[in-house]
């Protein structure tokens, strides 16, 4: 087929159609459940292409879906028969080491900005899987080890560079255009296609204390209770995440973990480590001092791109011995060892932002939940998803009323989808979508529709 010479004409990245030696590999995203063709793929070098994408896919009526690292679950990065636009070749990264700044392209993954970033022993929260990429996960919140003491990644922005749905392009700020700098801090993709960010940096590592723990899981419920004393009464130093799982050496044997990062003193780092190994009998200790770039890829083994995935998340306010023997039951009911069930402890600075300072709503103190359905084998599919759902439904008694926007699969409902991510602030996204997107032309994402 050949390629759009409107679309081609000026522009500097590449533009694939079905049948082109790339396309298959490019329209791939890290979901192998997620099997979609786009009619175009747009890849785009710099800020013009995104314009010349955008406005074409309007010209032509072609739906649009964004792609920076393809990470998002429900596969929001590609659709079928649209206009993919992809940031993926979009590498930039700038360290202002004396600033303590950097600017970063859509394209850009967590690995690769905390590589750059700790040249300088430097680094924002960031997602804790380096593949994942830095523009959706920040969009839609952005946890990450620093979380606690330094709030999401979105609380991290300094400004946000936007292609609207009429082409436009503008700068985002606390000072221009606050309204739009207050929705995208949140409001995933819905207001424009995010080409580059700035990040206000800290100074962490080369070298953190951090790692895992593990425990045989006949003790799970042990460690589960003694994981929420100490997240409860953890300092905004420490990050903790705990997962029942299985043993990293393949063995599928049941283990339950504790994951952490701790960036204060030596002597609480020594105090914590003493904590966590407390939990139980420990089998696995890889606890200790840790490069910062290592502690944020350590995971990234357990979640290979091309495997199904079938996620269902809460949050839970409170992590009671009721909850955890829902958890641990609905552990012991896993239909395949590549799954899990993680438990993500909010807490600190970022639970302190007041929900109206941005747009993402959630801010409690508690336990983000993601029951993780991930198999190699498709014939696995059925019984993995009918186990997340089960599973889901099992934690609703405990769970609150936020829930985190990165982890909603696409089989929620749209309306419930949006309450649950935004919250009381819903109502004020509605407006201004219907100031910078009235048409909803950004609506494959957490859609927040036009008021």
């Not at 109206?356 to 019984?383: E, P, Y």
Request: charged share 20%; hydrophobic share 45%.
């Amino acid at each position: 087929m050949e390629v759009p010479t409107e679309l081609a004409r000026n522009f500097l990245g590449s533009v694939l159609q079905p049948g082109a030696p790339t396309f298959d590999e490019v329209r791939k995203i890290h979901n192998g459940l997620v099997d979609r063709r786009p009619a175009i793929i747009a890849r785009c070098r710099g800020i013009a292409d995104i314009v010349d994408a955008v406005l074409y896919a309007q010209a032509t009526g072609l739906e649009i879906c964004v792609r920076g690292g393809g990470h998002n679950v429900a596969g929001r990065a590609v659709v079928d028969d649209g206009l993919m636009i992809d940031l993926s070749l979009m590498k930039g990264v700038h360290v202002n080491a004396a600033a303590q700044t950097a600017v970063v392209e859509g394209g850009v993954t967590w690995r690769e900005l905390n590589r750059e970033t700790q040249l300088h022993g430097l680094a924002t929260t960031g997602g804790v899987i380096g593949s994942t990429g830095v523009a959706g996960l920040t969009l839609g919140g952005g946890l990450g080890w620093l979380m606690p003491k330094y709030g999401m990644a979105l609380d991290n922005l300094i400004s946000v560079d936007l292609v609207l749905a009429d082409g436009s392009v503008v700068k985002a700020s606390a000072d221009a255009n606050p309204d739009l700098f207050w929705a995208v801090r949140g409001g995933g993709g819905n207001f424009g296609v995010a080409a580059s960010f700035e990040f206000r940096l800290h100074s962490i590592g080369p070298v953190v204390f951090g790692g895992i723990v593990a425990f045989p899981f006949q003790e799970a419920r042990q460690v589960l209770r003694r994981f929420r004393d100490l997240a409860e009464n953890a300092s905004d130093d420490l990050m903790l995440v705990a997962a029942l799982t299985t043993a990293p050496d393949g063995s599928g044997t049941p283990i339950v973990a504790i994951v952490s990062c701790h960036i204060g003193s030596a002597e609480d780092t020594e105090v914590v480590g003493r904590q966590i190994r407390s939990f139980g009998t420990v089998a696995v200790d890889a606890l200790g001092p840790i490069p910062y770039t290592e502690l944020n890829g350590m995971l990234d083994a357990g979640f290979p791109s091309g495997a199904f995935n079938y996620w269902k998340s809460t949050f839970l306010p409170r992590l009671d011995d009721d909850a955890v023997e829902a958890l641990v039951t609905a552990y012991e009911r896993c239909p395949v060892p590549t799954s899990s069930i993680l438990l993500e402890g909010f807490h600190g600075f970022a639970s302190r932002i007041p929900v109206d300072s941005t747009s993402f709503a959630l801010r409690d103190i508690g336990f983000n939940t993601l029951v993780l359905g991930q198999w190699m084998d498709n014939a696995d599919a059925d019984r993995t998803i009918a186990w997340g759902r089960a599973s889901f439904d099992a934690l609703k008694p405990f769970a609150g009323m936020r829930r985190y926007a990165n982890y909603l699969g696409a089989d929620e409902d749209s309306g419930a989808a949006a309450l649950a991510a935004y919250g009381q602030n819903l109502a004020k996204l509605r407006q201004l979508k219907t100031r910078y997107d009235p048409n909803n032309i950004f609506h494959h994402n957490v859609n927040i529709p036009p008021a």
